[in-house]
């Protein structure tokens, strides 16, 4: 039904029709007897051609008091046109503008400092930089939801309210809740999808999270997307057969049903292409040598910072995956290999191009005593982890999953120098307006 009505996206369906289209004025210029309207209805933007012999005087001077992001309805006839980049013009017949503007609006096609679009998010959304990029987010998420929705996982919703921290108490946003308690925003759904894997086999969520980042980075956000499959019976060699075939379905997805809007936003496709298994996989241990080879001071032991990560990122086509980090690096829930103790079964994934860690996961201790000591060990409450021990205590099997960050896999496929214009409404350490 809705599909129905005429956009721009669907124009050639209207072709030598005469129809009506509900927009807001995006440019314009004029000469002499003719107003070229670059009219815009969020699908996309056409040409609409006022020509004076065409319409009514009144018509006319409406056309040329219009400003821009007035609101408009044109009636008038689809034409093929060669010379447009959409293939489509209008021969406008008849135009209302439903409201104009007093002043002029604030973004122009000039450019703007960053703090001052940052500002003006709401309105920004508007121009067409912004509207490839949403539209790719909405694309990349569709494919997430189709992968695992095709490969029998479960979509189970896990709650944003929880009583403790899951990946470190440095990153946690406290709440006062309703009965007086503290209630902290979830920085993951892991452990509701660990439940979730014991009492469905293959499950995920997919929703906001929370870090209370106090960093400045291009890749940080303090809400962000984060999609977390979960699953029984499987082992960090499966976890990552799993994270490369998911990354490579969905890149390629987007690659093939929105490449005229990363075209329009410049990106290399054929980098995109590129991602096809299979990855590198390599041990931290590998990747700590070629960073010294490389000539970084890095010593076994240390995380692996936004330098590291690009250099590494760096020798490779594709994705890299980098696995059994030491399990001092990593959260407690992590799997100690039982070939290397000093090391946790956990994998990241980092994207080419500089664009740094993307996925994050592993295999889960599994053994109750274990898992209770490590517990003890990192300071957290064993009541707050009562339910997550008891999934241990009743029927369990190993298990494995990861997390995927939505706005930081956008930046790297729209090839863009910052997460902040990932989200329609970015959260950042020094921002949560508009
Ligand atoms: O590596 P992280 O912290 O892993 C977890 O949260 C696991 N519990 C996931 C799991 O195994 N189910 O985060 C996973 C991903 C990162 O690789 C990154 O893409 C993204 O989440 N991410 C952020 N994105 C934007 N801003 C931040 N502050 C982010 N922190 C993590
Ligand atoms: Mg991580």
């Not at 940052?118 to 790719?136: T, V, Y």
Request: with cysteine; glycine share 8%.
């Amino acid at each position: 039904m809705w599909n129905e009505r005429p956009t721009i996206e669907n124009i050639a369906r209207y072709e030598g029709q005469e129809i009506v289209l509900k927009g807001w004025l995006y440019n314009m210029r004029s000469s002499g007897k003719l107003h070229f309207l670059q009219v815009r209805d969020g699908t996309g933007v056409m040409q609409c051609v006022v020509f004076k012999g065409n319409v009514t005087p009144e018509v006319f001077e409406t056309a040329a008091a219009l400003k821009q992001e007035s609101s408009l309805v044109v009636r008038g006839k689809i034409r093929v046109d060669a010379r447009s980049p959409i293939g489509f013009e209008m021969d406008v017949v008849d135009l209302k503008a439903t409201h104009i503007p007093d002043v002029d609006y604030p973004i122009s096609p000039k450019e703007h400092g960053t703090a001052f679009l940052m500002d003006h998010r709401h309105l920004w959304l508007r121009s067409s930089r912004q509207q490839a990029i949403l539209r790719i987010r909405a694309e990349l998420i569709r494919q997430i939801r189709a992968y695992f929705d095709a490969n029998g996982f479960l979509l189970l919703d896990a709650p944003i309210f929880t009583p403790s921290a899951c990946e470190g108490t440095t990153t946690l946003f406290e709440t006062d809740y309703v009965d007086g308690s503290k209630a902290y925003l979830t920085q993951s759904g892991q452990l509701y999808m660990e439940a979730g894997a014991a009492a469905f086999g293959r499950v995920y969520c997919f929703g906001p999270t929370f870090r209370a980042e106090k960093s400045k980075t291009r890749r940080h956000l303090t809400e962000f997307w984060m999609v977390e499959p979960e699953v029984a019976h499987i082992g960090l060699d499966e976890d990552m057969d799993l994270a490369e075939d998911f990354l490579v379905s969905i890149v390629q997805g987007v690659v093939a049903n929105r490449r005229k809007e990363l075209a329009a936003l410049e990106r290399d496709i054929a980098a995109l292409e590129r991602v096809q298994k299979p990855f590198a996989r390599i041990s931290y241990t590998e990747a700590v040598e070629r960073l010294q080879q490389a000539g970084m001071p890095v010593r076994w032991g240390e995380d692996f910072g936004g330098d590291e990560e690009t250099v590494l990122a760096n020798q490779f086509d594709r994705p890299v995956m980098i696995h059994r980090y030491p399990a001092e690096c990593k959260a407690f829930y992590m799997k100690t290999d039982p070939d290397d103790l000093k090391c946790a079964l956990c994998v990241d994934v980092l994207a080419p191009e500089g664009y740094g860690e993307i996925i994050g996961g592993g295999q889960r201790e599994d053994d109750y005593d274990t898992l209770l000591k490590k517990i003890r060990t990192h300071g957290l409450s064993e009541e707050a982890f009562g339910w997550y021990l008891d999934l241990r205590r009743y029927g369990t099997v190993p298990h494995a999953g990861f997390g995927l960050g939505v706005e930081r896999t956008l930046g790297w496929i729209c090839g863009l120098p910052h997460v902040r214009e990932t989200i329609p409404f970015p959260r950042l350490m020094q921002r949560v307006t508009p």
